[in-house]
T-cell receptor, first 116, second 110 residues
Framework: NAGVMQNPRHLVRRRGQEARLRCSPM?????VYWYRQLPEEGLKFMVY????????ESGMPKERFSAEFPKEGPSILRIQQVVRGDSAAYFC??????????????FGAGSRLTVL | DAKTTQPNSMESNEEEPVHLPCNHS???????IHWYRQLPSQGPEYVIH???SNVNNRMASLAIAEDRKSSTLILHRATLRDAAVYYC???????????FGSGTRLSIRP
C-alpha cells in the first residue's frame, strides 16, 4: 500500500523557468493538500483540493502559483517564472475525507526545489 | 483558529521517557488535539490525536488535561530516531486544513 508519492524529489530550475511538482495521493484518498517549507522555517499551508476542485487556496501566492487535481492523474503544483525565493521543500498530503476534526493527513517525502 | 503554545526545544536521554507539553487555553469544545512530527529532511508524520480522553497507540500516548486547556505527548522510551520537531495542532470540525506552528525541537542524547 504505497503512501503519498511525490516527484520529482529534487528539482533544479533557473530563474524564469517553470517548475511542476506532482503528487499522487494514497489509494482511497480524494483530498490533497500542499504545504511549503522554506529553509529553516515552518510548514505553511498553500492549497487544499478535492478531485477537480480547489476548496481552499488561501495560502497560495497570488501570482505565478497554481494547483490542480484532475479527475485522472496526480495533483500538480505549478510555479511559473521561478525566482530564488521559491527555493523550498514542497510537501503534499492526502486524506480520505475532510469531515470532522479527526481528519488525519498522510504526507509525502517532499519535492525540493532549488532555483539558481 | 485556536492557538497552541509549545517550548521551542527540549532535550532528553535515550531510553528515557519524554513528556512534550502543549498549552491550548482557547480550545473550543469541538477542537481535536493532533500531534505530528517531522524528522530531519522528511515530511511530517502523524503521531496521535484525541478529543477528551487519553489515547495510546504504538508510537506514543496523549494525556489531555481535564479542562482540555493543555495536553502532553508522551514517548515512553526515547530512541535516537525520535529526534524531530513535534507539532501540537488543534483541528476544528469546520476546517479541513491543518495549520502548523513552530513546534518543539526534540534532541535525544545517546
Amino acid at each position: 500500500n504505497a503512501g503519498v508519492m511525490q516527484n520529482p524529489r529534487h528539482l533544479v530550475r533557473r530563474r524564469g523557468q517553470e517548475a511542476r511538482l506532482r503528487c499522487s495521493p494514497m489509494k482511497g484518498h480524494s483530498h490533497v493538500y500542499w504545504y511549503r517549507q522554506l529553509p529553516e522555517e515552518g510548514l505553511k499551508f498553500m492549497v487544499y483540493l478535492q478531485k477537480e476542485n480547489i476548496i481552499d487556496e488561501s495560502g497560495m501566492p497570488k501570482e505565478r502559483f497554481s494547483a490542480e487535481f484532475p479527475k485522472e492523474g496526480p495533483s500538480i503544483l505549478r510555479i511559473q517564472q521561478v525566482v530564488r525565493g521559491d527555493s523550498a521543500a514542497y510537501f503534499c498530503a492526502s486524506s480520505r475525507d475532510s469531515s470532522g476534526g479527526a481528519n488525519v493527513l498522510t504526507f509525502g517525502a517532499g519535492s525540493r526545489l532549488t532555483v539558481l | 483558529d485556536a492557538k497552541t503554545t509549545q517550548p521551542n526545544s527540549m532535550e532528553s536521554n535515550e531510553e528515557e521517557p519524554v513528556h512534550l507539553p502543549c498549552n491550548h487555553s482557547t480550545i473550543s469544545g469541538t477542537d481535536y488535539i493532533h500531534w505530528y512530527r517531522q524528522l530531519p529532511s522528511q515530511g511530517p508524520e502523524y503521531v496521535i490525536h484525541g478529543l477528551t480522553s487519553n489515547v495510546n497507540n504504538r508510537m506514543a500516548s496523549l494525556a489531555i488535561a481535564e479542562d482540555r486547556k493543555s495536553s502532553t505527548l508522551i514517548l515512553h522510551r526515547a530512541t535516537l530516531r525520535d529526534a524531530a520537531v513535534y507539532y501540537c495542532i488543534l483541528t476544528r470540525s469546520s476546517a479541513s486544513k491543518i495549520i502548523f506552528g513552530s513546534g518543539t525541537r526534540l534532541s535525544i542524547r545517546p
